[in-house]
């Protein structure tokens, strides 16, 4: 085959008539892949741990045996409440080594883990007002109850809402999570301002749903200032019972316990029909 000679004096090879006939095939080229500097490769995932202990461990972290956890914590605190016996605050008083706001301070948190524990509410509200009067009482209580629901809330929420979550299967049980998940704030302050409902019981039914921590705190101390401070009124004038401060905050307690029942009795076939 002869070079055929370029126009800057060098020479190149001719093509071949098969070549140039256009009957010969070159081959592809193949390209590499070449990995981005941006990104990586991932890594390798981890293996899976095995062994007597990893068992063991997924088994305690499980579901079910958190809330046994749940169940087992509550069972406790409800054994030592009944040991104390806290109602002796009422008739007995406040320990007189404890005086002014380190006593109101013991009492809000015992106020709130008992609360917890299942006692309810309007008897430490009528203690606190009995053993601090109104003001001091109102603040006490109200913040023995905003400790009490978050400690209630965040023990649900960790323990058992993830064991309890796949049994809401009745249809009234879908219609009250949904209630609480989608308007956390306005059901709650309802709950609140309406008693009916124990207060440990809407606890840890909110903790369960899918409402925001945010908007059940609020909720609860707004929603409870009303109800505490008639309890608070009344426990401080407990020693009169025909004065008008008196008479005043029973009023205010029982008008939202009527209010909250005929609220509930007009919404029962709404929440059937869901």
């Known amino acids: 085959m002869l070079d055929a000679t370029t126009r800057s004096g060098g020479t190149a090879a001719a093509p071949s008539p098969a070549a140039a006939a256009g009957l010969v095939i070159t081959p592809p080229v193949k390209l590499t892949k070449t990995a981005h500097p941006a990104h990586p490769p991932a890594p390798p995932a981890a293996p899976v741990p095995r062994g007597p202990l990893a068992r063991c461990a997924r ?31 009422v008739a007995d008083g406040w320990p007189p080594q404890f005086g002014g706001g380190l006593a109101a301070l013991a ?17 430490l509200n009528l203690a606190a007002g009995a053993l601090f009067g109104s003001t001091l009482g109102l603040a006490t209580a109200l913040g023995g109850t905003v400790l009490g629901a978050g400690l209630a809330f965040g023990l649900g929420r960790l323990l058992g809402q993830d064991a309890l979550r796949p049994l809401l299967r009745a249809r009234w049980l879908q219609a009250a999570d949904g209630q609480l ?53 009344a426990g401080a004038r407990a020693a009169s019972p025909t004065s008008p401060a008196f008479l005043i905050a029973v009023a205010v307690i029982a008008l939202p316990a009527i209010g909250g029942a005929v609220f509930a009795w007009r919404k029962r076939h709404h929440l059937r029909a869901r």
């Open 59 to 89: 088994l305690l972290l499980s579901p079910w045996a958190r809330f046994g956890l749940l169940l087992l914590l509550l069972a406790a605190a409800a054994g030592t409440v009944l040991m104390f016996e806290p109602q002796r605050l």
């Open 181 to 233: 998940s989608r308007h956390g704030f306005r059901s709650m302050m309802v709950l609140r301002l309406f008693p009916g409902v124990p207060f440990w019981a809407a606890n840890y039914c909110a903790s369960v749903s899918r409402m925001r921590a945010s908007s059940f705190l609020l909720a609860t101390a707004l929603g409870s200032i009303p109800n505490t401070a008639a309890y608070a009124v």
């Open 107 to 123: 009492f809000g948190v015992a106020y709130g883990l008992c609360t917890v524990a299942f006692v309810p509410r309007p008897v």
